[in-house]
């Protein structure tokens, strides 16, 4: 038994990890986000079998600008993993942010059918979050590259749902400015763990930012005991506290917080029927 985003960690975009070995069918969650895109292949009970991810620069503020680009990097990623594949894999789900419905919807799920991928579910990714974490009554702040997605979920129902353009990005400029250097060398600097204390001192004004922008649209809301972070963004050691900090919420975050929201992608292929899954969520701290 193994934790579900040390799994994740242990197989993306190594194709030596995965193992088809005894699984009946697979389904491919594809997440095409802001700064990555992500395939997620699971088997009928929802464990990870193979996993890759590509930086991409197809979505500007969660609309997908670049569709060509976007064909090509999923159609990649999903060609690399049916070449190891014994069985094929027509079946799987896609996401789109929040409040971007009608542009995101179609070009989404027609990404997937040109690569002979039968759709099952195209979701936005608060909802596809909440397949991995099982909120009844709380609210998942999502916050990726270009966006922070916001949801609300009470009596097990997502009630609201927003999206902010504020995200990594504007960390990664923050250092770039900081440092005087290009936005690239800035990028690597802030996805060093080592160098996370040194980091969340200089961009914690813009965490705070991105915290309070969250906490505006949540006031309105009774019953908000429990706060969920994720998104590759809350991977920033110390942003979990800051948010807390500011906003008064009991914060959470699950230890790969980046891959939530497509694996939940790829689970809702299976609908209410995960009751077997073989692996142990990964538990929110
Ligand atoms: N270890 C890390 N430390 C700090 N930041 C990280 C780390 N890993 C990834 N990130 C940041 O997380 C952001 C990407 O998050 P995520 O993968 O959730 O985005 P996305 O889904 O592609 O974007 P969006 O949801 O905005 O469309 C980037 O800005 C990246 O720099
Ligand atoms: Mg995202």
Known sequence: MTSVGTHLKKIVNKPENWDFSGARSLYAGVDIGTYKAIVIVVDETGYPRA?????TEVVRSGLIVDYAGAVATVKEMIESIRARSPM????GATSYPPRTEDANIHATRYILETLEIEVMQVLDEPTAANQVLSLENGAIVDVGGGTTGIAVIQDGDIVYTNDEATGGVHLTLTLAGHYKIDYEAAEKIKVNRKKHQEIIAIVRPVVEKIASIAAG?????DRLDKIYLVGGT???K??????SQMTGHETFRPPSPQFTTPLGIALSCLG???????YVEDVAV
């Open 51 to 55: 996993a890759r991810m590509n930086r």
């Open 88 to 91: 094929p894999i027509e079946k």
């Open 217 to 221: 649209y949540l006031e309105k809301f």
């Open 234 to 236: 809350t991977e920033l």
């Open 238 to 243: 110390g942003f979990k506290k800051i948010y």
């Open 272 to 278: 209410g029927n995960q009751a077997d899954r073989t």
